[in-house]
């Protein structure tokens, strides 16, 4: 391999807010947040979801909202009509 051309390869703490739930996976993902984890600190990523949350690995039925937004802004707002 060629020096100086390949990213950094590292121990990366990823956090699945979903799920409240850490991994730390090698990556080279580029990242300035940094967070301590098990007495050590990590370059820090947050995920919106990851296995420990995604319906197809858990095993959960999620119900979609089948309504448009039109009709939750007047189911919310109905008591104020004049």
Do not use: C
């Amino acid at each position: 391999m060629r020096p100086n051309i390949h990213p950094e390869y590292r121990q990366v703490l990823f956090h699945d807010t979903n799920a409240d739930a850490y991994f730390l996976i090698g990556s080279t993902i580029n990242t300035k947040n940094t967070k301590v984890y098990e007495g050590k600190e990590y370059p820090y990523v947050t995920l919106d979801i990851s296995s420990a949350s995604h319906p197809f690995y858990t095993g959960e039925i999620r119900q979609v909202n089948n309504e448009g937004r039109i009709a939750n802004f007047n189911k919310r707002f109905a008591r104020f009509k004049r």
